[in-house]
């Protein structure tokens, strides 16, 4: 088991942060991941986030670049 | 997960959506995807993209001649001419790529099919969203909202797109929506 990933520290970052981010950084070098399921989705989400079920992440990690940095919701 | 796996900068957005006082979008992952079948040549991404600003310059249009107030009717021409920005910057990578000399007025006559941005009927925006047409606020908050939309949908069609041209002016066209909204919310801030 890799226990590392359980100590591995993950930064909050507040919503207006995150736009922060986003606005600071070329297009495209930031992610929204949003790991709903797709019924919470499509009730509503950030324009433009990419959605992976928390369930599939796994299995699907091949569709993100790990050097861009991913914000999760 | 991701953090365990090399992922290097991951952030957990403090209280989820529910925190999140921004714009949204709404609508399955695949809405208005349609319009983008991922099998599209770099150019007919270009003419699907005409296609759906010329649709919401249509709207806005629309919404100009339908309300009272001088000032609603000024904003919502604004918010159409803001629109042909994006179609002579469309037409022009159309133009780089193809090396057409065919004008902007015939290729959007002859080749384009107007669409409504963001996958949602003009109907659909204005049922959402119930806004208050004579209210400049409400108007360009819609307008926020249906960029909002549009932005999500070029983005996904960008994950979508296995042509790497094609996926880079899907990128490109929702970094101009994005830039865009940000106008939009200063001038919301403004009024």
Do not use: C
Not at chain 1, 41 to 60: A, M, T, V
Not at chain 2, 30 to 39: A, Q, V
């Amino acid at each position: 088991m890799k226990w590392k990933q359980f100590f591995t520290p993950v930064s909050n970052i507040t919503g207006d942060k995150a736009r922060q981010l986003v606005a600071e950084k070329d297009p495209g070098e930031v992610v929204y991941l949003d790991v709903r399921q797709p019924k919470e989705y499509k009730i509503s989400h950030i324009p433009g986030s990419k959605l992976i079920p928390i369930g599939e992440l796994d299995r699907r990690l091949d569709e993100l670049d790990p050097d861009v940095p991913t914000i999760v919701y | 997960m991701l953090s365990g796996k090399g992922f290097k900068n991951v952030y957990n957005l403090s209280g989820g959506i529910r925190a999140w006082n921004n714009e949204i979008a709404v609508g399955p992952s695949d809405l208005g995807l349609h319009l983008f079948s991922g099998k599209e040549s770099t150019e007919e991404t270009i003419i699907v993209g005409f296609g759906l600003e010329q649709g919401l310059r249509e709207f806005y249009l629309d919404m100009a001649n339908r309300v009272v107030s001088a000032e609603a009717k000024s904003l919502f021409t604004k918010l159409a001419d803001i629109e042909i920005l994006h179609q002579e910057h469309l037409f022009k990578l159309y133009q780089d790529i193809t090396g057409t000399t065919v004008s902007m007025e015939d290729f959007s006559t002859g080749t384009v099919q107007p669409a409504m941005e963001g996958g949602l009927s003009t109907k659909e925006y204005l049922n959402l969203y119930n806004p208050d047409l004579e209210s400049e606020q409400d108007i360009l908050s819609l307008a926020l909202s249906i960029e909002a939309q549009a932005l999500d949908l070029y983005q996904r069609a960008a994950d979508n797109s296995p042509d790497d041209n094609s996926r880079k002016i899907l990128q490109q066209i929702a970094n101009e929506e994005r830039a865009h909204m940000k106008r939009l919310a200063h001038y919301l801030d403004t009024i």
